[in-house]
């Protein structure tokens, strides 16, 4: 009896973690899917940590905090801008904040808190962050 409750509790277990698997997200698999080099991965888990509350998941300025915030956070998944703005250009307002390049004061500067290497990783990331033509 206690072996046949132990294999019962195995399988259950067991089911419970390939039912766990089977419904995660499709964007999140996806996502996994394609691999990133190192320097894309630490930008992005730096961009999550320190960016994506404003400037959301994909970069569309749509973070969770951008509703309370006029003027709401830059779009950067947008292909014009990518086109616009050099990486210099983005590390200079992620490093100075958006006063010290003559935008939005909302923008917290970024300087004293990422380092240099952090700051470009994250530029990384934002270039993966445009929309592709359908």
């Excluded at 970069?59 to 951008?66: I, L, V």
């Excluded at 240099?116 to 994250?122: E, M, Y």
């Amino acid at each position: 009896m206690k072996r046949s409750f132990m294999m019962a509790m195995a399988l259950i277990s067991m089911a419970g973690c390939s039912k766990k698997a089977r419904e995660a997200p499709p964007a999140a698999v996806a996502a996994e899917a394609a691999p990133l080099s190192y320097e894309l991965r630490l930008g992005r888990e730096t961009y999550r940590h320190y960016c994506m509350i404003c400037h959301g998941e994909g970069g569309a300025g749509d973070g969770f905090n951008a509703f309370n915030l006029d003027p709401h956070p830059r779009d950067y998944s947008d292909p014009a801008f990518q086109k616009k703005k050099t990486d210099a250009e983005l590390a200079d307002a992620i490093r100075r904040g958006g006063a010290g390049v003559g935008l939005s004061a909302l923008m917290p500067p970024w300087g004293h808190t990422l380092s240099d290497a952090q700051i470009s990783q994250v530029v990384l990331y934002i270039r993966t962050l445009e929309h592709k033509p359908e």
